[in-house]
């Protein structure tokens, strides 16, 4: 099995930065994705940023770049985002999501973002 835990949420103010991590443990894959979702009230989950198969590529949804960063510290198996310039809507319970070939995905269990206006 794979343990993917979330950190690093909270409540911060339009303009504001938040930094969330996700520690990985467990099964080791030879091949996959890990990126970052998130889910506001009443909205779907949505891919916030993620690394693509080869471990390096990025994408980000149009909304987020040049505001969020992905990264990653394979030596810890951790995985990071930046989050800088925080808007109201990005309020939403953030997600770390591991995608293995065979087209198996593990979730976190979540983190709060607020941003208030």
């Known amino acids: 099995q794979v343990q993917l835990v979330e950190s690093g949420g909270g409540l911060v103010q339009a303009g504001g930065s938040l930094r969330l991590s996700c520690a990985t443990s467990?099964?080791?894959?030879?091949?996959?994705?890990l990126g970052w979702f998130r889910q506001a009230p009443g909205k779907e989950r949505e891919l916030v940023a993620v690394f693509g198969w080869s471990g390096t590529s990025t994408h980000y949804e149009d909304s987020v770049k040049g505001r969020f960063t992905i990264s990653r510290d394979n030596a810890k198996n951790m995985l990071y985002l930046q989050m800088n310039n925080l808007r109201p809507d990005d309020t939403a319970v953030y997600y770390c999501?591991?995608?293995?070939?065979?087209?198996?995905?593990?979730w976190g269990q979540g983190t709060q973002v607020t941003v208030s206006s």
């Open positions: 467990g099964r080791t894959f030879s091949k996959y994705r």
């Open positions: 999501c591991l995608n293995a070939t065979g087209g198996r995905s593990y």
